[in-house]
């Protein structure tokens, strides 16, 4: 049987529907969290704070290849850059340079995942998870920089063909992209989030406050989420050219680039700063990894543990 309709129902019907919407925006509106609310919980988890930490430290990393070296280790489009250059002009030697540098970066993702998987299979019940583990590979790697600077690379000789020319140090560059390729790699699997550019950040924060400008002048809520990601993009990009900046400061005081000076560790002390924040992914359970517990320790914690259902905060 249709069912019956009034005569001035074509009348009624948008009224409702207006209602409806006015209502859901209310309702819409009512649920979305104040930009303290939002910035106050992310600060209050601490993984904010660890993201921000490592994007200060890859700042600070990047002062230090401007000062000590001929390319940055940190990331990759510079060096993929003057490797085209050299391939066109026929530069071999600096072709080979900047594609062992590049391939360093990239095996340092690998790296890291090798330290993952074989945690998981050799120590699953480890309380430090992979990114405590990474931490001495990076010091290691810090302290060969710092070694190569002062010893081997003053006695070098080396200069590149094509493109930028190598005024100071030489080998250290090839230890710090290895590490700094790891380290990218739990950022980027850890926060999902990059930490040694702000391009891309730049990019998200012009696509966010165009969706912030829109909302304000059509009234509709701006969301949680997207609050979350603009907080995220200015805080990495801001931590990251802070880390620059006193890295720079700091260079001014200390001349660490000098030769003539006493043997500064500058890599050294940065590299157990890396290390220190990798331990805190693990140690404040964000890093990711979850170890296995015997039944014995799950019956301990009791069942309504967030041991007993084998999750942690960050997973």
């Not at 001035?8 to 969290?33: G, K, Q, W």
């Not at 704070?49 to 940190?74: E, H, Q, S």
């Not at 050799?122 to 002062?150: E, K, M, N």
């Not at 220190?276 to 964000?286: A, F, G, P």
Request: hydrophobic share 45%.
């Amino acid at each position: 049987m249709a069912a019956l309709r009034y005569p001035n129902d074509h009348i009624l019907e948008p009224l409702i529907h207006s209602d409806a919407r006015a209502t859901a925006n209310t309702t819409s509106r009512n649920d979305e969290h104040s930009w303290e609310q939002v910035f106050g919980k992310m600060v209050a988890e601490k993984r904010t704070i660890l993201l921000f930490a490592l994007a200060f430290c890859i700042g600070w990393a990047d002062v230090l290849c401007a000062i000590r070296f001929f390319a940055f280790a940190t990331m990759m489009t510079g060096n993929s850059i003057y490797l085209a250059q050299s391939v066109a002009g026929h530069c071999w030697y600096d072709s080979t340079v900047y594609i062992t540098v590049i391939f360093l970066f990239f095996s340092g993702m690998g790296t890291y995942r090798a330290i993952e998987a074989l945690m998981h299979k050799y120590l699953p019940h480890s309380r430090l998870g992979p990114a405590t583990a990474l931490g001495p590979l990076v010091v290691f790697c810090f302290i060969a920089a710092d070694v190569t600077y002062y010893t081997i690379d003053k006695q070098l000789d080396i200069d590149l063909h094509c493109g930028k020319q190598v005024k100071k140090g030489f080998l250290g560059v090839f230890f710090v992209a290895h590490a700094a390729g790891a380290i990218n790699g739990l950022s980027a699997r850890v926060h999902k989030v990059t930490t040694n550019a702000v391009t891309g950040h730049i990019l998200t924060l012009a696509s966010v406050t165009f969706d912030l400008v829109q909302a304000r002048i059509t009234g509709l809520p701006f969301a949680t989420e997207d609050k979350k990601t603009l907080i995220t993009s200015l805080g990495v990009s801001l931590s990251l050219l802070s880390g620059i900046a006193i890295g720079t400061a700091s260079d001014e005081e200390l001349e660490m680039s000098s030769w003539n000076g006493v043997f500064q560790p500058a890599w050294t002390i940065l590299g157990i700063a890396f290390a220190v924040v990798l331990w805190l992914h693990d140690y404040l359970q964000l890093g990711g990894w979850t170890p296995k517990l015997s039944n014995i320790n799950v019956q301990d914690r009791g069942t309504n543990s967030d041991y007993s259902r084998g999750t942690m905060d960050g997973d």
